[in-house]
C-alpha cells in the first residue's frame, strides 16, 4: 500500500489521510466542484477533480472514483463512511480493479450492510431482534398488510446505509404510505438503493452499539460500546464511552453477539454492531443493524482504548493480524464526543462561508474548518467533533463544556450553543438520556438559549457598537445619546448609547441603565463585573454574527427601518428556511389546505424537511417548481388572507 485514495470529504478525509501520511503512505484526495478549494483537498499528496456539485453526480459516481485511481497510481481506496462506504458494489469494483479495498469484503457488506441481511443472520444467531419485515415485495399493500401484524408504532427504515436516513416513525395506519415515499425518497438520494423495511417502534429505548475488529486469519475482537442515545432526526449528536446504562457483564453479552455475527459472515476491518436497549435495571436488548465501516464516533473508542482505529484499518487492509486480543483490550476513563453541525437550534441546516474560525485547546477536534471554509448544501450539516476524555464522565462533560464556549466558527449558524445546553441538562448529566430526549427536552433547552439571549441585550449593543464605531479620539466623550434599534430574530430592540470613555458605554433600554467595558486582547466585554469572552463578523451591510461567550446571535441594524407592520405579509407568505432543492410540491393555486399539512419538502444537506401550513388555508399562489434549488427566505408560496 503506497497510495491511498480516499474516496470522501471533509473531516473524514483528513482524518484518514493523516493517519496514512504518518504511516508514509501517499494519499490521493477526490473533490467535488463545490468542493475545490477544501481543506483535505490542499492537504493530500495529489488530487483529483471528480466534477459535479451534488453527491449524486461526484462522491457517488463509481466510474469517476475509479478513474481517479488510474488516474493518479492509487493502490488502494479507503471509503472514510457515508457516501459509498458501504456500497459492496463499489467494494467489489474497487477488488476487481486490482486495487486493495479497506474495508470488509464485498460479500460481508451484502449480508451485513443491509439491514435485511442482518437481521436474517442474526435470527440464525439466536441474537434478539425487534419483530419486522424485510422482504423482497415492496409494495404498498404488502406494507400496509405486514404494519397491521406488527403493530404500531413502527419505524419504516432505508435497507441501505446509516446516518439516520431514510428513517421515519410512524404512530398510525393513515401516516404510513407518506412515511414510505419520503423515507424511499431520502435513501434513493443518500444510498443509491430505495428499498425498505419495517420493525416494531421502541418509543424510549437507549442506541447502544459495539466497536469490532476482524483480521483475515479469523480473529474478531470488541473494543467497548458507545452509547449514542442524543439524536436528532434519528441522528446521533452526542455519543459517549462506557455507557451509563451497561455494566461488565452485559458489554461482555453484547459484545460477544457482535463477534459472533462478524465471525459468521466472514467480516473483516472495522464495523459496528448497533443495538437498542429497552427497560431499567437490566434491560432487553435487540439487534438493530451493522455498520460495515468506520463510525463518525470512532474517536471515543480511540480515547479509551489509545488505539489508532484508522491505523489498524490499513494494517488489516495489508493482510497484518490483529495487534492486540480481547483479554488485552483496557477501557480508560470516559469519553464523549459532540457533532458540531451547521443548523440551528431548531436543527435547519445552513449552507455559507465560515468567516471566522477559531480551535479550542485541551479536547480533541476534528474538523475541516478555517476562515473562508465553504459550507455547500449538497452534504451532511456536520462541522466537525469535538471530543473530551478525562478520568470521570463529570470531568468529561465539564471539559466538553468548556471546549465549546471556546470555540469560534462565525457566519452562519451552529448547534454550538444547543450542545452546551445538552451537556448541561440534568437528564444527561445523571446518564438518563433516551432516545426522545430531544423530543421531550428540546423545547425547555431551547427556552433556556432564548432566555439567556434576552439577557445579554446589553452586551448585543456594545458588541455592535464595538465593531461598527470608531472610539472618539477626543479628550471628552462626545455628550449626546446615540439610538440605536438592532433586529434579532423576529425582535426589533432599542437602546440609547453614550460613550463615556474610549472603552466604556452606557447602554440605556427602556429605564434600565448599565455600563460596559470593552477590554482588548482577547476581545471581551465586562458587564457588572463579569467578562464575557467577544467575538463578532459582518455577514452583510449593517448584519453581524456575534458570539458572547457560548451564545450565537445573527442581529441587523435596524435604526433606519419604517416601523412598518410586516406581520400581515409574513402570515401569507411561506418562505424557505434555508438553501436546499425543491423535491416535492403538495400544493397548487387555489388548493384548500389544513394546518399542518405538508405544502412543500427541501433536501436539504442530505436529508429532506417538511414544510407545513401554518392555518387552515388557501393557497393563492405557487412561487417555485420542482427540482428547483432555492435559498434562503425565497418565496415558496402565498396564502390567501385569513
Known sequence: MNRLLVANRGEIARRVMRTAHAMGIATVAVHSDADAGAM???????????GGLAAADSYLRIDRLLAAARTTGADAVHPGYGFLSENADFAQAVVDAGLVWVGPPPAA????????GVKRLAAELGIPCLPGYAGEDQSDERFE??????????????????????MRLVTRAPDLLPARRSARSEAESAFGSGELLLERALLAPRHVEVQLFADTHGRCIHLGERDCSVQRRHQKIIEESPSPAVDAALRERIGEFAVRLALRAGYVGAGTVEFLLDGDGEPQFFLMEMNTRLQVEHPVTEALTGVDLVEWQLRIARGEPLPMQQADVRLQGHAIEVRLCAEDEQFAPHAGTVRRFVAPQGVRFDHALRDGAQVPPYYDSMLGKLIAHAPTRDEAIARLVAALQRTTVL???TNRGLLIECLKDPVFHTGDALIPFLDERGEALREHLAGTEVRLAPLLFAAVWALSCAPSDGPLPPPFERPMRLRHREHVLEARLREQAPNALRVAIGTDSVLVHRLDNPPRLVLDGAEHA????????GQWHLQLGGTDLFVADASFEPAANTRASAATEIKAPFSGRVVALHAAAGQQVSAGETLVVIEAMKLEHAISAPRNTTIASIAVELGQQVSPQQLLLTLETA
Open 40 to 50: 483535505h483537498v490542499a492537504e493530500a499528496t495529489q488530487a483529483f477533480a471528480l
Open 109 to 116: 457488506i451484502r449480508v451485513l450492510g443491509s439491514k435485511s
Open 145 to 166: 398488510r405486514e404494519a397491521a401484524r406488527i403493530g404500531y408504532p413502527v419505524m419504516v427504515k432505508a435497507a441501505a446505509g446509516g446516518g439516520g436516513r431514510g
Open 411 to 413: 457566519g452562519l449558524p
Open 534 to 541: 467577544m467575538h463578532g463578523v459582518a455577514v452583510g451591510p
